[in-house]
């Protein structure tokens, strides 16, 4: 396909996400330094040589005036990106109130906030019209820019009142909406006190996706139970309109880890940890510093394992990296304590002058150090309490082609559906049967490690980043065409 100028023809994709993939930093009144910061969704959508992709979002950071947004705007159109600009005071009410202090934790069974229960419903109501407004916000944006045969995909909880300001400015828009997160049961969602508001929203949206297919059932009994409309096999129902609703997981870019594995540096890097942790087996866990994570149950499941396995003490260390979060949160600077205590009180029980069982790093590690650690681990250790999909595993798997080392996997975290036959699959809650798997990973037998790590490769290296975000999006032209074919007869 061609447009008329001679050029092939390239479907737009406008990527809708909270945050643009860049950090912006202010160097004068008129002048930005950028830097892209390569999350999951980058390189997925980098991938995609199929279409022409623009990103809209926030930038970050609190632009008041005209000289600086211009400037911004101007660096951004270079990384093909346009700010949404949000004043502090939306920032708070919405990003920092609605979004992460209300969604995030419902959407991962941990409930509404409970303190002070008459002052959060009065704050909830001007959270959730900050929420409103913001995304109207994003909406203008997108309307701003949007050119007739563009596909405009929205993503994450922050957005999920955006396909419904969209699709009232313009009803032919194709529009799809993703969630990273889990979706929890209707017996949790229907506790929102903007629960049908919400739902309403997203079925606004051609196409609803979801990691898992739990997830897309739950969000389909949700809209069946609260807003009392039908579900059916391709999605929910409402007056003939179909909105389709189903399950994409997403991948990585496999290669992208394989390759980084190849770089003299990062073998150099592998060399100098095994020699540093020379006679010992390495337990990894990274994740960044968040509640739903299960850090401090991974740390006491560990204590429990050394204190069962008295041969394994001085045979074992576990690294723990934890990316800070949300720092300037109360409850995120008491689990930040919560897990140095218990890391200085089993160092203080087990380790001797010489070693120490835990290494807890309180910090990022850049992508080529990532690897090499992933590469020199024997077992990695995700307990999430809830996790959408979680990338961790899956990265950790495909630096895994030498070593085969064992996967202990959260059975609440969606990879669980994808690496579940490869991995050993525990309830996080359960410090014991976190422990004994521990146990069963550091003794598995090379044949059996062999195996397991041969499933959760294959599965990792076919069903890429890249594949996912095509998946989508193709779906999504299709869902149209039919809505389209339908009407029509
Ligand atoms: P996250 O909650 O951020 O993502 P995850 O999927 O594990 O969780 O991705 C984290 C990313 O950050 C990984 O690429 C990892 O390498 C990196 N990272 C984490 N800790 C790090 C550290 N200490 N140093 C360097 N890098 C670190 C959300 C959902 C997930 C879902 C993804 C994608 O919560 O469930 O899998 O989106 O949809």
Request: with cysteine.
């Amino acid at each position: 396909c061609e447009r008329q100028d001679g050029r092939p023809f390239r479907q737009r994709l406008l990527v809708v996400a909270n945050r643009l993939p860049v950090s912006a930093v202010r160097r004068g009144e008129d002048s930005w330094s950028l830097e892209i910061s390569a999350g999951g969704l980058v390189t997925a959508l980098l991938g995609v040589k199929e279409f022409e992709t623009r990103w809209i979002g926030w930038a970050g950071v609190n632009v008041p005036d005209e000289i600086g947004q211009k400037a911004l705007t101007k660096a951004l159109a270079e990384k093909w990106c346009i700010p949404v600009f949000l004043d502090e005071e939306i920032v708070h009410q919405y990003y920092n109130g609605y979004c992460n202090n209300i969604l995030w934790p419902l959407f991962h069974y941990l409930g509404l906030p409970q303190e002070d229960r008459l002052a959060t419903t009065r704050s909830f109501q001007s959270q959730f019209a900050a929420y409103k407004k913001a995304n109207q916000m994003f909406a203008d944006v997108v309307n701003m820019h949007y050119e007739e045969g563009d596909v405009v995909w929205c993503h994450d909880y922050h957005l999920m009142y955006l396909p419904e300001c969209l699709k009232n400015h313009n009803n032919n828009m194709k529009v799809g909406w993703f969630l990273h997160t889990p979706f929890p049961s209707s017996e949790i969602h229907r506790t929102l006190p903007s629960r049908s508001e919400l739902l309403r929203s997203v079925l606004a949206a051609d196409l609803v996706g979801f990691h898992t297919y739990d997830y897309a059932r739950h969000f389909v009994s949700a809209c069946t139970r609260i807003l009392g409309i039908e579900g059916t096999p391709e999605g929910v129902e409402d007056q003939g309109r179909l909105t389709r609703v189903a399950a994409f997981p997403i991948g990585i870019d496999s290669l992208r880890f394989q390759n980084a594995l190849l770089v003299p540096q990062v073998q150099e890097h592998i060399k100098e940890l095994k020699e540093r942790f020379s006679g010992r087996k390495v337990m990894l866990g990274v994740d960044r510093l968040d509640m739903i994570k299960g850090i401090p149950q991974k740390i006491l499941a560990f204590e429990k394992f050394l204190e069962e396995n008295p041969n394994w003490r001085d045979k074992v260390v576990l690294l723990q990296i934890a990316v800070p979060t949300r720092t300037d949160v109360p409850e995120y600077q008491k689990l930040t304590s919560q897990v140095h205590e218990i890391v200085g009180r089993i160092n203080g029980r087990f380790g001797s002058l010489t070693a120490v069982p835990i290494h807890h790093l309180d910090r990022s590690l850049d992508f080529l150090a990532l690897c090499a650690l992933y590469a020199v681990t024997d077992v990695a250790l995700v307990t999430s309490l809830r996790d959408g999909m979680n990338l961790v595993s899956y990265e950790f798997v495909a630096c895994q082609e030498a070593k085969k080392g064992v996967l202990i996997l959260s059975e609440f975290a969606g990879a669980a559906q994808s690496l579940g036959a490869g991995a050993i699959l525990v309830n996080p809650w359960n410090i014991t049967e976190v422990a004994n798997s521990i146990a069963l990973a550091l003794n598995m037998s090379a044949e059996e490690r062999e195996k397991r790590h041969q499933h959760n490769f294959h599965h990792v290296t076919k069903h890429t980043a890249q594949e996912w975000a095509e998946m989508f999006v193709s779906e999504l032209n299709d869902t149209v065409v039919e809505a389209q074919l339908r009407t029509s007869k």
